[in-house]
């Protein structure tokens, strides 16, 4: 992969030495899958997880005991589109050998449907997936899983967002998906989504088809320790300086979230020799006018009272209780169960988390914003 020009990086992964940390839970994403287990990361949102996946996968790969799949299911909105997402990484990952297409993938394109074309400049091969009629998905997904346990090293397929899956119109969408596994158990599944509530339903909820079927594995914040030795020792490859005192601040002010500190220091990387207090103040400040555009449609799909509670509870976090007298009064939101109904709502939408026993804004940069308006 190519050297980033600012160590920081903000899509995806880009190798071990723009990774921070996660050593613990590396460990016991090894150790689960070495011992046959399928495992739920699970977290809330630009915390990592889709980075930690990739992480790991690179070093299951690297031992050559293991060969991957890392399929998203985030846009996938149908049973039919999980199936086309799925087929696509498989063929992505298995396709393209030197040799050209092996048999056994032609066999699979068949039996899901799909056909193989060419590009005409290139030649390289792409897939078509106009797959099975509708329908068929069962059986697209029997070949798919055929076809990764025949292959003589051990599988691990991760499905991050994998919380659509309960929102197919398909009734059987979620015991299609359990059964599916259950027919192959020599693969292992990572399970990955950013819908806290949504995973922990799928999984701990009695009459759900996952219950209780793979290791819930959460993750936190990384700690401020392992951030603070890590932003230091790039700051420092280039001569540049930033102090525990700022990191802290900056920790402190993303929550945690390692989107956002990732998203602070690569401004202040990109602008600063040596950083002081006043640039963290005008980075904030600048990140926040970004967003702009993209915050100010918030109060237009909300009603007047979600909107006046979110505010209120960006201004307050983290906020005990939501019902106080002391927290209604002081913003004026009226009656108690109307308040209720507010935060209800905004939980569903996942606008508002509830963790630890408090209330957040879900979104760090949101939460800011509102806080200052
Ligand atoms: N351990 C890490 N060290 C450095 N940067 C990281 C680390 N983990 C994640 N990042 C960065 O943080 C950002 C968010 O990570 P990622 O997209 O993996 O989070 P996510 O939990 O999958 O988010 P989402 O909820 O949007 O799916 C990305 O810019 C990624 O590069
Ligand atoms: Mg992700």
Same mark, same amino acid.
């Given at each position: 992969m190519k050297k980033p020009d600012n160590p920081f990086v903000l899509n995806t992964y880009h190798g071990k030495a723009y990774f921070c940390d996660r050593e613990k839970d590396l460990s016991l994403l090894q150790d689960h899958i070495n011992n046959g287990r399928n495992v739920v990361l699970y977290a809330w949102r630009r915390l990592g997880k889709s980075a930690l996946v990739h992480r790991f996968f690179e070093e299951l790969e690297d031992s050559g005991a293991y060969e991957t799949v890392y399929v998203d299911f985030l846009s996938a909105i149908s049973m039919e589109d999980a199936v086309r997402e799925l087929s696509s990484a498989i063929f992505e990952r298995f396709g393209k050998t030197k040799s050209g297409i092996s048999a056994s993938i032609q066999k699979l394109i068949a039996s899901i449907g799909a056909s193989i074309s060419f590009d005409p400049i290139s030649g390289v091969p792409s897939l078509s997936l106009g797959l099975n009629a509708p329908g068929h998905e069962e059986q697209s997904l029997h070949a798919l899983g055929d076809f990764l346990s025949q292959r003589k090293k051990s599988i691990v397929v991760a499905i991050d967002e994998f919380q659509q899956v309960s929102t197919y119109n398909e009734v059987h969408a979620e015991a299609l998906f359990r059964s599916w596994v259950q027919k192959f158990p020599d693969i292992r599944f990572i399970f990955s989504g950013s819908h806290r509530g949504m995973m922990s339903e799928m999984f701990l909820e009695k009459n759900r088809p996952f219950y209780l079927s793979a290791q819930m594995l959460p993750l936190d914040p990384i700690? @401020? +320790? &392992?951030?603070?030795?890590? #932003?230091q020792s790039h700051f420092e490859a280039k001569k540049k300086v930033i102090s525990e005192d700022i990191i802290k601040m900056i920790f402190e002010w993303s929550r945690g979230q390692t989107y956002t500190v990732q998203l602070i220091c690569n401004y202040l990387y990109a602008q600063c020799q040596e950083v002081k207090e006043a640039d963290f103040h005008r980075v904030k400040r600048d990140v926040l006018e970004q967003q702009q555009a993209i915050f100010a449609n918030f109060p237009k799909m909300l009603t007047k009272t979600q909107w006046r509670v979110f505010q209120a509870i960006a201004k307050e976090e983290p906020l005990e209780n939501p019902l106080s007298k002391e927290f209604i009064n002081k913003h004026q939101l009226g009656a108690a169960s109307t308040v209720n109904t507010a935060i209800k709502s905004l939980k569903k939408q996942e606008l %508002? #988390? +509830?963790?630890?026993? %408090?209330? @957040? %804004?879900? +979104? %760090? @940069? @949101?939460?800011?914003?509102?806080? &200052?308006?």
């Open positions: 700690p @401020l +320790e &392992k951030y603070t030795a890590f #932003i %508002v #988390i +509830e963790d630890n026993g %408090v209330y @957040l %804004v879900h +979104e %760090v @940069l @949101l939460a800011r914003w509102m806080a &200052k308006a």
